[in-house]
Each structure stands twice: as structure tokens, then as C-alpha cells.
């Protein structure tokens, strides 16, 4: 036991997750006044990649920049200190959304009730779902005529195969919506927009029988409630939150964010049941949380594209003990001891220097090339810790050098942009063919322009049919070199050694594996194994 507890257990740090426009960054601006951090409604907007700006990705690029501010935000409410970690909406960022989950204890998932379950809420589900990360849904956008609400709930738990625990239930929705009623604290909060929910709105409803129901719903509503909550209550019961610390079941909450309603009721519930910073594996040991020592790992590395400010900023996750600046620590991967003089977190107005951090923080590092994804800091022990995976690219392409004068500059180049995790370098088999692999077209540009502005080196990029990279293992070393070998055009290693399946088509993959039934392909890869 240390004298960090106090410290972890006000802490939580968690992620808000959506398909883009589903309303992530209105809420997240209404969690902000909640906790004080800023003042006025729209003081979050400049976070946001502009839904137009996909051709220009320097334009993006510069959004970026400004969200690195808001990467990590940190804030107050009712005595807990909630770190609350931005993902980036625009698909093509993706991977950046799925190591930022990697660093946080729990997620907020935001669900248009118009537009239901996307393609995007599906795959960060994956994410959390590979990780057991406790999940509450906030169904948004009630004020607008969505779908039914049983159906809905009921497409949540299939598309996302979770079970779903309602804790608000909405009378209507659209024009008639109405409000919410709180299954937990029985009472029924009338939907008022465009206000901060104040007292008087909120009615309490010991028994549903009360005729305050008809006076403050209508014969109609009041009977449809009843009947509603009968079933929901019925099938659901109170909330067990070791299920859902688990990331079986996920409390549902119904809302509208941009009307700032049913926020407070989620975030009250949020800072009851959400976890605490939890205790993590490494590739060593099972790392206790309340441990002394510190430690800690790097999940993303934002680099600035502007050439007036070049600076790379690493973003730690305490995982034990105190981090604090100026303080020597163990970087384990090279082997030496590092310090900070201006380590940072991240509060929502400012970036400010601090002096010390605890687990469940993040701290921003000022990184001249020295750090990759998953590196991790200690007080002298080496390991590292697992559960950082890498996720297969989606757009595969050969990297083509246009200036064999600059041979060195781009290996360096790419080695480097890869170990910040822009994308994902494969050497082809049987050859030298270089070949990036990344989940959105805008990676491309991204680094063809950072490979020449800062390496010098200019390259073109050719288009691979290639549709999924699958890491292959084999218990049987021998069935693993024929496959390779039969297979060499598809074969190849990915920058630590791996061997990799590139897959033409789905059809491919699937005949592949029903062929070979030997051979495991693996989606994703442990960075540390
Ligand atoms: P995102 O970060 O998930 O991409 O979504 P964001 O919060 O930016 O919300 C997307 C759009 O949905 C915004 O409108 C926002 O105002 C709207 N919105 C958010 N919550 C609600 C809600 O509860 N009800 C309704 N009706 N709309 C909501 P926009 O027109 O795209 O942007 P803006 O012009 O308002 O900035």
C-alpha cells in the first residue's frame, strides 16, 4: 500500500466514443460546464476536424494542432477528478481512437437515436469489447424523431452484442418528446431545451400510480410510461455494477445533448459506477495500481506539421506510483535514464507544467524522436505493457523512392513516422518492396509530405490490392515456412519481424483460412508479446 490511494481514488479517466456527428463533442462541451472548466457553450468547437475539409489535410492538420489542447481534458465535479481523453471523429484518424482506448479505464458511448448503431460505433465497440472496457451508452438526440425506442435498444444489443441496462426511460421522442424517467431515482425530469435542467423540472414519482404522472404528462403518455417501465423494470432489475465493470452490460442513458438534458443525470451516474484507474498486465507481471513505484507507457505521439512549431508531444498514461518532473526514469526499450523539465496536463483552458501525476493521468511529454507507441517509463524495471495492439490497415500501398540520392533520409524517415504510429510499415517478402498500410487516404498525404518537409526525401505511392493485413502464427513452424513460401507474393514482415498475410479480398482470406487450418490469422498485433 502507498500514500497514492487518496490520489487514484478520485481519480477516473474515460473516453467519450461516437460515430462522427452523433454528438461526442456536444457532450463532452456539456461535461466541461458541468465541471466548470469552461464558461460558454461552444468553446470546444475548434476541436473539431471540419466535416468538409477532408481534400486538405493540412487544413486538418491544423485543427489537429489546436486539438492537441484538448487531447487530454481535465476537470472537477463533485470531488473527482475525471481525465476525460479525446479520440478523433474523422474516420481516417482511427487508429489514433483506438490507442487513445487503450489508455483509458472506461468509455461513453454516444448514439445518434435517429441514425442508431454506425459503421464506426460498431468498430470501436470491437475495440472495447477486446478489452472488457465498461461501456455507458448515452442515447442522443431525443429532441428529434428517432426510432423506437424498444427497437432501437434492441439493435444496440445486437449490432454491438452487449447487454443493455436502461437507466432513464424517455416519454417520446421528436416534438413530443417530454423528458426522461429515472429508473434508479424515480422521478421524472421534464424535458425543458436549451436550459441547464434546474430543480423545478424535476418531479418526483414515488409511485407510478401517482396521478402527477396525468397532470404532468397527459392520460395518453402517462399510460404508455407505466406500461414501459413495467417492462423495462421487469426485464432489467437494478444495475449490476460488477457486470458492468466487467463490460457485460452498459447502463443506457437517453438525452439530448446539445439541450444539455439527461447529461447530469448520466455523469452523476458516471462518477458512482465508473473505475477507478485499474491495475494492468505487462509483459512480466500483473503491475498492481496502488503499487509505489512509478510507471507508466506512451499511446500516441502527436507531432506538429506547422513548420514554425516542430515539436513532437508524447502522451504518457500513469499506470502506478507518482510521475514527477525532473525526476530521472527508466526508458526501457533504449535502456536509459530520462528526464522532464516541462512535462504538461492537460487542463481544458491551458496547457500547464506540473509537477506531479498519478495514475490514471496523462502527462504531455516533449519528445525530440525518442519515443514510440507503447514505450514504456519506470523506475528502473524492465517491462512493458501488453494490450496495445495494432490494428490491421485498411489501404495498402508500395512506397516508391523518386530520389535514390535520399535512400537513407527515407528509411529513417519512415522507420520514425511509423514508430509514431502513422501508419504501418511491411517489407514484402523476397524483396525489398516497401509497403505502408494505413486506415484512411489522408495518411498518404500526411506522410508524403512529412517524408519530404522533414527527411528530405520525396516518394509517390502505388495503389496494393490489398485489402486486410493478418499477422500468422502457426504451431507448427514447418506448415508456417511452406505457407509463406507458396504464398510469397502475400507474404509480409511487418517492422518488428512479423510475418503477415496481406489478403486480396475477404473471399481470399476466408479460403486461405479454411485451406490451411493450421495457420492462425490474427487481426490485430500485440506491440509488446
Ligand atoms: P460529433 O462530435 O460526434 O461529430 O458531433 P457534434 O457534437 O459536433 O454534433 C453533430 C451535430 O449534431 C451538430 O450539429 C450538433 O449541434 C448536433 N447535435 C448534438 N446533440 C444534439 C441533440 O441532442 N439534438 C439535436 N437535434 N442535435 C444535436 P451541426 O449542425 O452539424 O453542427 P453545428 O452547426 O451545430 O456546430
Known amino acids: 500500500m502507498n500514500n497514492y490511494n487518496n490520489e487514484i481514488n478520485k481519480r477516473r479517466t474515460f ?10 463533442t456536444t457532450l463532452t462541451e456539456k461535461f466541461l460546464l458541468f465541471g466548470g472548466a469552461i464558461q460558454t457553450a461552444g468553446a470546444v468547437k475548434s476541436n473539431k476536424i471540419k466535416k468538409h475539409a477532408t481534400s486538405d489535410f493540412m487544413e486538418i492538420e491544423r485543427q489537429r494542432g489546436i486539438s492537441v489542447a484538448t487531447s ?12 476525460l481523453l479525446d ?6 484518424f482511427a487508429e489514433d481512437t483506438y490507442r487513445t482506448l487503450t489508455a483509458v479505464d472506461s468509455v461513453i458511448l454516444v448514439i445518434d437515436s435517429v441514425n442508431g448503431v454506425e459503421a464506426q460505433t460498431r468498430r470501436l465497440m470491437e475495440v472495447c469489447r477486446m478489452r472488457n472496457t465498461p461501456v455507458i451508452v448515452f442515447i442522443n438526440k431525443m429532441d428529434r424523431d428517432g426510432k423506437n425506442r424498444f427497437d432501437l435498444l434492441e439493435e444496440i444489443e445486437k449490432e454491438l452484442n452487449i447487454q443493455l441496462h436502461p437507466m432513464t426511460w424517455p416519454i417520446n421522442s421528436g416534438k413530443d418528446f417530454k423528458g426522461v424517467y429515472n429508473l434508479y431515482d424515480k422521478d421524472l425530469v421534464l424535458f425543458t431545451a436549451n436550459t441547464k435542467a434546474t430543480d423545478e423540472d424535476t418531479v418526483k414519482i414515488d409511485n407510478l400510480e401517482s396521478s402527477l404522472l396525468e397532470e404532468r404528462l397527459g392520460e395518453k403518455d402517462a399510460a404508455t410510461l407505466r406500461e414501459d417501465v413495467e417492462l423495462v423494470d421487469g426485464v432489467h432489475g437494478q444495475l449490476n455494477v460488477g457486470n458492468y465493470l466487467e463490460g457485460k452490460v452498459a447502463p443506457v442513458f437517453f438525452g439530448s445533448a446539445i439541450n444539455n438534458f439527461g447529461v447530469r443525470e448520466m455523469l452523476d451516474t458516471f462518477i ?5 484507474p485499474r491495475s494492468r498486465e505487462t509483459s512480466i507481471r500483473h503491475l498492481d495500481v496502488h503499487e509505489d513505484k512509478f510507471s507508466g507507457f506512451v499511446f500516441k505521439i502527436h507531432a506538429n506539421l506547422d513548420p514554425k512549431h516542430r515539436d513532437r508531444i508524447a502522451f504518457l498514461r500513469v499506470c502506478s506510483g507518482k510521475f514527477e518532473r525532473n525526476k530521472y526514469f527508466h526508458h526501457v526499450r533504449l535502456d536509459k535514464d530520462v528526464r522532464f523539465s516541462n512535462p504538461y496536463t492537460f487542463l481544458a483552458r491551458d496547457k500547464d507544467v506540473i509537477e506531479a501525476a498519478y495514475p490514471g493521468d496523462v502527462v504531455g511529454l516533449f519528445d525530440t524522436g525518442n519515443f514510440k507507441i507503447g514505450d514504456t517509463l519506470t523506475e528502473g524495471e524492465d517491462l512493458y505493457f501488453t494490450g496495445i495492439p495494432s490494428f490491421s490497415p485498411e489501404i495498402f ?6 530520389d535514390p540520392m535520399k535512400t537513407k533520409q527515407l528509411e529513417k524517415g519512415l522507420l520514425q513516422l511509423t514508430d509514431e504510429g ?5 517489407t514484402q517478402y523476397g524483396g525489398n ?3 505502408i498500410g494505413c486506415v484512411g487516404e489522408l495518411q498518404f498525404e500526411v506522410i508524403q509530405y512529412r517524408l519530404l518537409h522533414e527527411y528530405g526525401a520525396s516518394v509517390q505511392f502505388n495503389a496494393m490490392p490489398f485489402y486486410k493485413a493478418c499477422w500468422i502464427t502457426s504451431k507448427d513452424p514447418r506448415k508456417l515456412e511452406d505457407f509463406t513460401r507458396f504464398k510469397h507474393a502475400n507474404i509480409a514482415e511487418d517492422k518488428d519481424g512479423y510475418v503477415v498475410y496481406l489478403a486480396q479480398s475477404e473471399w481470399f482470406l476466408n479460403t486461405e483460412r479454411t485451406n490451411n487450418p493450421e495457420i492462425e490469422f490474427h487481426f490485430t498485433s500485440e506491440i509488446h508479446k
Open 15 to 24: 473516453a467519450i466514443i461516437s460515430h462522427p456527428d452523433a454528438g461526442k
Open 72 to 83: 487530454v481534458m481535465s476537470f472537477e465535479y463533485r470531488g473527482i477528478l475525471i481525465n
Open 87 to 92: 479520440t478523433p471523429g474523422h474516420k481516417d
Open 272 to 276: 458512482r459506477v465508473a473505475p477507478e
Open 397 to 402: 500501398k508500395e512506397v516508391v523512392n523518386k
Open 422 to 426: 502513422v501508419a504501418q510499415l511491411f
Open 433 to 435: 518492396k516497401k509497403i
